[in-house]
């Protein structure tokens, strides 16, 4: 069966880094759009980057534009999370999930999921 693993996550203070990290299997990863959501406590779950099959597109919430990147490693079914100058409203659980077609926003474009890492930025 298909399987997303997230890790990467932590407790850090404002303005640092870290890299989340999701292994994929079970699934043809070449084949997919690849995402990264985000749910705070009370909140609705929102997209935060997405990036394409090949790796050549990517698309970002405006509030993490030149903070954060994603990445993917086709060989290691692997993508990435970079995150730069962390904020604490950034403290969220961080999912991965993964998507036919082309890159899309909402959850419901996004078949496949993972358990969730979480991120506590603190001030």
């Known amino acids: 069966q298909v399987q997303l693993v997230e890790s990467g996550g932590g407790l850090v203070q404002a303005g640092d880094s870290l890299r989340l990290s999701c292994v994929a299997s079970?699934?043809?990863?070449?084949?997919?759009?690849m995402g990264w959501f985000r749910q705070a406590p009370g909140k609705e779950r929102k997209f935060v980057a997405a990036?394409?099959?090949?790796?050549?597109?990517?698309n970002y919430i405006d509030s993490v534009k030149g903070r954060f990147t994603i990445s993917r490693d086709n060989a290691k079914k692997t993508i990435y999370l970079q995150m730069n100058s962390l904020k604490p409203e950034d403290t969220a659980v961080y999912y991965c999930?993964?998507?036919?077609?082309?890159?899309?926003?909402?959850?419901?474009?996004?078949?496949?999921w993972g358990q969730g890492t979480q991120v506590t930025v603190s001030s």
């Open positions: 079970g699934l043809i990863f070449n084949d997919y759009v």
């Open positions: 999930a993964a998507g036919s077609d082309y890159i899309r926003t909402v959850k419901s474009a996004y078949d496949y």
């Open positions: 990036i394409s099959q090949s790796g050549g597109i990517t």
